[in-house]
């Protein structure tokens, strides 16, 4: 399977503790994105890479969350502390990273976090 | 929060119907594109519209963008029961290659 992976699909924990989720782009992919989306909603924006650079992070990602791509291929993202509102999918997308106006991004399956 | 608005939310037809959904959204654009997403799995991309472009084709699908109303439309030719799914339109902004997406338009399609 050439797509986007993710590890692991599903996971509950209690409030307090840390998590960490990853991410495997499709292999030749410069570009990483990590998207949260909570039920009935759209996916809303985290953050993205461009190899391993975080180039954009979005207000929603408070410092209880962190992501790295240490050298350019996975990625991981870290909740530390837990709360109740982290409950939800969070997805990870990647493109090409050739178009400077934007490109298709393709999604993975998604992490399920619930926090109980 | 969200920049694009879909309509309408929710839609169910009969399989062999057309399906038609409409995105608008609110500040300028590099490209906007539709994705499917089956329920509580990850999101499948249908088709990338660029700004300069007014209308594009992929099998069953047919996508228009008006970048002076702000508007998209996806139409979906001759339904099946496997159209069942959410979809949702996504906008990336000049200078950025962030997306943002709608709250998306459940289909479902009667067989």
């Known amino acids: 399977d050439t797509g986007v992976s993710q590890d692991p699909r599903h996971k509950i924990t209690k409030r307090g503790q840390n998590v960490t989720f990853r991410c495997d782009p499709i292999s030749e992919h410069n570009r990483l994105y990590w998207y949260r989306q909570t039920l009935g909603q759209g996916p809303e924006f985290l953050t993205y890479?461009?190899?391993?650079?975080?180039?954009?992070k979005s207000r929603l990602l408070s410092d209880r969350f962190s992501a790295e791509r240490p050298k350019g291929s996975f990625s991981t993202l870290e909740i530390q502390r837990t709360e109740q509102g982290d409950s939800a999918m969070y997805l990870c997308?990647?493109?090409?990273?050739?178009?400077?106006?934007?490109?298709?991004?393709?999604f993975g399956p998604g992490t399920r976090l619930l926090v109980l | 929060s969200q920049q694009g608005e879909e309509d309408p939310q929710a839609l169910s037809i009969q399989e062999g119907e057309n399906a038609t959904m409409n995105c608008s959204y609110k500040t300028s654009i590099n490209n906007l594109q539709w994705y499917r997403q089956n329920s509580g799995r990850g999101l499948v991309h249908l088709i990338l519209i660029r700004s300069n472009e007014r209308e594009k084709h992929s099998g069953r699908l047919r996508v228009t963008l008006d970048t002076s109303k702000k508007s998209s439309s996806l139409l979906i030719t001759a339904s099946r029961a496997a159209d069942t799914a959410s979809y949702f339109c996504a906008t990336a902004g000049a200078g950025s290659y962030q997306l943002t997406f709608g709250k998306g338009t459940k289909l479902s399609v009667i067989p």
């Open positions: 890479f461009q190899n391993e650079a975080q180039l954009e």
């Open positions: 997308a990647s493109s090409l990273g050739q178009e400077p106006k934007g490109e298709t991004q393709y």
